[in-house]
């Protein structure tokens, strides 16, 4: 059973930084493009950043400079380090795990709040 738990997320001021985990089981970890998603209220979830199995990086035009991806195949983690927070960051963030032949799966999310 493919599990994907999130951890990290909180309230932070503006400005502030917090670093979201998430640990995949039931998976072939390393053959995983693993990515964050984020849904603010009333609006679509949308993509903030991707890594590949390779290690190969995209981000949000949004988040460039500020957010980091990583992974840890050892672990069977991926991390998104996240600084220079502002209020527009607030939203519910997602863990994916998508397949090369594109099967795809989803974390429960976890809560970042961003004041200003």
């Known amino acids: 059973q493919v599990q994907l738990v999130e951890s990290g997320g909180g309230l932070v001021q503006t400005g502030g930084s917090l670093r979201l985990s998430c640990v995949a089981s039931?998976?072939?970890?390393?053959?995983?493009?693993m990515g964050w998603y984020r849904q603010a209220p009333g609006k679509e979830r949308e993509l903030v950043a991707t890594i590949s199995a390779n290690g190969n990086t995209i981000y949000a035009d949004s988040v460039k400079g500020r957010f980091t991806i990583s992974r840890d195949n050892a672990k069977n983690m991926v991390y998104l380090q996240m600084n220079s927070l502002v209020p527009d960051d607030t939203a519910v963030y997602y863990c994916n795990a998508r397949h090369p032949i594109g099967t795809g799966h989803w974390g429960q999310g976890t809560q970042v709040t961003v004041s200003s």
């Open positions: 039931g998976i072939t970890f390393r053959i995983y493009a």
